[in-house]
């Protein structure tokens, strides 16, 4: 089943945030999330302890920043510890700046 992106990161994300900020601040840092194609676009996370919150757009310093096309995000979000790796090792999972956040992301669906 496809899940509906821009849903996902202006509605569930930030309603899983606000259900759960403990397991949000846990999870630590600044995430930009671009996802590119059809339903996409660019949302920024700060699952900080000065957090946590959910926005759209871009406003810059994220500690990771996390390119995919919205196809792959599909894979991604279906199975994200089997498709996340290879995805990666394909090239078709960019991510920028601190690689050990990248390792969290599948906690933040999890909340």
Known sequence: MAVDIQKLFNE???AKIAKNP???KAIGGKY??????EGGGE????????GPSSQAGNPGGADLVVTIASSDFQKLYENPQANGMQLYFAGKLKMVGNPALGMK???LFEL
């Open 105 to 107: 992301l599948n906690k």
């Open 22 to 24: 403990d397991g949000a």
């Open 32 to 37: 930009q999330f671009v996802v590119t194609g």
């Open 12 to 14: 569930e994300v930030p």
């Open 43 to 50: 949302w920024f996370l700060d699952l900080t302890a000065t």
